[in-house]
DNA sequence: CAATGACATGTCAAGATTGACATATAGACG
DNA sequence: CGTCTATATGTCAATCTTGACATGTCATTG
């Protein structure tokens, strides 16, 4: 599974909370790999039974802060050697299959709210991407996904004004 | 859930057996929304008990022809009308995030191998975009899908480059 | 000082997904 | 006639994911 890996992938930076984990979760890694809270907490007392996290701290609200064990890091290492499951889901991309069922108006106002929503996911991405230079090595591999969601959204605006265009022959 | 919506809206395009779903689902929608014969099948029965769909024939080998009942279209056009969900989960995605832990020249290598399914997805994609000209609604529709995904494949291609120099100059 | 919102952790049932196990037939080829 | 492959359907346990339920704390603001 890709969510334990990612857990102490990111406890391998620096120490955090399960809070801490499901924020970052949010800002970054949910646009590749959405967690909620039902699942990590489970899963850190998994991996911290399993030893490759351990619990460095507290914080207030009965806060736990952990870290990645050596063991957790040489875990994330040879997933990361494994090859990646390429499958991918999308609800969305999915409906487009379905479009012709739709009358060409109701498929317009499906693609423009697409269009809208890359937009907007865009303009979210650039203004992280100006936020700040990255210096670390780990901040250098997420600018580096952050490029990749980059480029991606700007082939689907792209592709969703093309797309407009296209059934509005439809009708 | 979107795997049975789907099902229906194949359905509603022409009558196919289980396993035709099956390879239609390899061929085209498992891009979007990949889905085994362990999970079709359980699904299919599902639907027929709904009357969402119903069984139309028989084939060789104990073959089930369905086809979408009017309940199933319309079922299939109001969850065309609500709001895609729209995380999206990419294990290969994901990893970006990652590289860091890696050594530059094994990170060079997972984004090589990256941009080479990227290539050969990208072929596999023009090959059919070239195959026949779209006549039909739902030819349509799968036109504007495989669109979407050469402009993806050519945007994660340019990114996949782009990265492979950018970690190169991590050494 | 009371209310609110963000912080913080947890459980659980229902549903979705995977991968393995299981079985059988039709057609093609040697 | 035997073998192999593609066709064809099914089940099941394990695992993953979701959304709801549940609880409590800290800091801010009115």
Chains 1, 2 share one sequence.
Do not use: N
Not at 107 to 119: H, N, Q
């Amino acid at each position: 599974m890709s969510l334990r890996h990612a857990l102490i992938g990111v406890l391998a930076d620096e120490p955090r909370t399960g809070y801490g984990l499901l924020k970052h979760f949010e800002q970054s890694l949910a646009y590749a790999w959405p967690a909620s809270h039902s699942q990590i907490y489970p899963e850190l007392a998994r991996l911290l039974a399993k030893g490759l996290i351990r619990q460095t701290g507290a914080g207030p609200r009965g806060a736990r802060v952990y870290e990645a064990t050596p063991d957790g890091l040489d875990e994330v290492c040879r997933w990361l050697r494994t090859e990646p499951d390429r499958r991918v889901r999308s609800d969305a991309a999915l409906r487009i299959f379905f479009l012709w069922l739709l009358d060409p108006g109701e498929a317009a106002v499906f693609l423009a709210a697409e269009r809208d929503r890359f937009r907007t996911l865009l303009a979210e991405l650039e203004r992280i991407e100006a936020e700040e230079e990255p210096r670390t090595p780990k901040q250098r591999a997420y600018r580096v996904a952050l490029v990749g969601g980059l480029l991606t959204l700007r082939a689907r605006i792209e592709w969703a004004e093309w797309a407009l265009r296209e059934v509005e022959a439809w009708r």
